[in-house]
């Protein structure tokens, strides 16, 4: 059974920072991209970034690039996205997803290239 839980959310101040984690088991995660979303509230759940399956190919929304970096480590089977810089607007909940997909960088921010999804983490930036 395939399962992605996040960790590292809370309440940091504007211009903060924050790590998420998002562990993955249940499959070979290291033959999955792996991408993050986030939602907030009355709002559709938006692309903030994805993760080729070797790490190589790698997509940021326009509002978080410069800002947010994701990245893996396929040996602790998780994938991270570390935010810098923060701002109220980044409050949302984070997900994780994964696809088994062939890597199509378009494609990595609509909804349904992704597979799984996690239970998603709580970040709440105040001004």
């Known amino acids: 059974q395939v399962q992605l839980v996040e960790s590292g959310g809370g309440l940091v101040q504007a211009g903060g920072s924050l790590r998420l984690s998002c562990a993955a088991s249940g499959r070979t995660f290291s033959s999955f991209h792996m991408g993050w979303f986030r939602q907030a509230p009355g709002k559709e759940r938006e692309f903030v970034a994805a993760n080729s399956r070797s790490g190589s190919n790698i997509n940021y929304a326009d509002s978080v690039k410069g800002r947010f970096t994701i990245s893996r480590d396929n040996a602790k089977n998780t994938v991270y996205l570390q935010m810098n810089s923060l701002k109220p607007e980044d409050t949302a909940v984070y997900y994780c997803?994964?696809?088994?997909?062939?890597?199509?960088?378009?494609?990595?921010?609509?909804?349904?290239?992704?597979?799984?999804w996690g239970q998603g983490t709580q970040v709440t930036v105040s001004s």
């Open positions: 997803a994964d696809s088994g997909s062939l890597w199509y960088l378009g494609r990595t921010k609509e909804y349904d290239y992704w597979g799984h």
